[in-house]
């Protein structure tokens, strides 16, 4: 959504000026635009309202709201043009699946109501400013520039206030409708992620471990050395397959985590890290279970990069807490050059932490090193 400053026209003098005959063509464009509008409004609504008792009627009423919507861009742009008043376009609406879902979100659309409420109360007022000014440019000359300053300063209250969006609210919505889609995309990718380990890795395994016990019966009895052999084989599979488990298990959500928080687990995870890590942690408590969660997994994956990409000799990890907000730092010594768009998973993290209020922000100068900054919400934990 774009802000727009509005244009104040200069003070009124008795000679026209360009500004007062754009008002005056306003004014005089009243009447049609209330007209057809009211009519709209009115019609539109009323048969709608008639119907909703049958199957057509809600979806009558949403197509009203939307062309009402539709009414309301067209009315903005005439008092941009003409009257210099700059309002934000609203919002689209929230892309929903489903024909109820998209209807639902359309009749939630305080828009498209308040449209509906311009058109239907601008008809008295497009009929008062249209015999005004044709008065005045008859037989009240002198005054016409004072009274249609007057008269287009009401209009500019309207459209501000009736067709302006809530500004700060509908963002709002969009970006949690937008934030929600990303945590729905995100925890879609991260189930697949954990089926696709389970069959490819610990199901395949323990199903080859079956097979080789199945053998290693049969020849129990004829071929016992065969068979401990087989059953010796079997026992380095169980390991195996019991290490992909635990691996699978620290993907989700270490032990140590839940257990000693995120000192611990930060510390765990640095070790493995294919360069030393310095770990400080200074929190005077734990926060929120999901807070925590998402700080682990942002830190693991920084580390990541670091051992993959960063080409460093030493990585810093700073956690603290400022105010309400938990803050999160990971540097390296590395070629930086590191980008939001450099398929490191940066973007990934970035839309994961702005889906609960997070900031994420990356200083990579090429040559100096990688410092990423994360911010989330402090939420207190639970007390049990």
């Not at 008795?14 to 009447?31: D, F, I, P, S």
């Not at 942690?281 to 051992?307: H, K």
């Not at 810093?316 to 938990?326: A, E, I, P």
């Amino acid at each position: 959504m774009t802000e727009h400053t509005d244009t104040t026209p200069p003070p009124v003098r008795l000679a026209y000026g360009r500004h007062t005959w754009k008002e005056v063509v306003y004014l005089l464009g009243n009447l049609p635009y209330a007209l057809v509008g009211f009519v709209y409004a009115v019609a539109t609504l009323s048969v709608g309202a008639a119907m909703a008792v049958t199957i057509v009627g809600v979806p009558l009423i949403t197509l009203s709201l939307a062309g009402a919507r539709l009414l309301g861009r067209a009315e903005r742009a005439r008092a941009r043009g003409l009257l210099g008043v700059r309002v934000a376009e609203p919002s689209r609406l929230p892309r929903r699946k489903g024909v109820y879902g998209r209807v639902w979100a359309q009749l939630a659309d305080p828009v498209a109501w308040r449209s509906q409420l311009f058109l239907f109360i601008r008809l008295p007022w497009g009929i008062l400013t249209f015999a005004v000014t044709l008065v005045s440019l008859v037989a009240l000359w002198p005054l016409l520039p004072f009274l249609a300053r007057g008269m287009a300063n009401i209009d500019r209250s309207m459209v501000r206030g009736l067709l302006s969006p809530s500004d700060e609210l509908e963002r709002r919505i969009a970006e949690l409708e937008s934030d929600r889609g990303v945590v729905v995309d995100t925890a879609a990718a991260d189930l697949r992620r954990i089926e696709r380990d389970l069959h490819d890795g610990a199901q395949a395994r323990l199903v080859a471990l079956a097979m080789g016990l199945g053998l290693a019966k049969e020849k129990l009895l004829d071929d016992p050395q065969a068979a401990a052999v087989m059953v010796d084989e079997a026992h380095g599979e169980v390991k195996l397959a019991l290490q992909e488990l635990r691996d699978l298990a620290r993907g989700i959500h270490p032990a140590v985590l839940t257990d000693r928080g995120l000192d611990a687990a930060l510390s765990a995870v640095s070790a493995r890290c294919v360069v030393p890590v310095k770990v400080d942690v200074d929190l005077p408590g734990r926060p929120a279970d999901a807070i925590e969660g998402i700080a682990y997994f942002t830190v693991s994956e920084l580390l990541q990069n670091v051992s993959k990409h960063a080409r460093a000799r030493q990585a810093w990890v700073d956690v603290w807490r400022t105010d309400d907000r938990l803050m999160l730092q990971v540097r390296d010594d590395g070629v930086g050059g590191a980008r939001l768009d450099g398929g490191t998973g940066m973007a990934g993290l970035a839309e994961r932490l702005d889906a609960v209020d997070g900031v994420f922000t990356v200083n990579s100068a090429v040559g100096e090193g990688t410092t990423v900054t994360a911010e989330l919400p402090w939420r207190d934990r639970p007390r049990a």
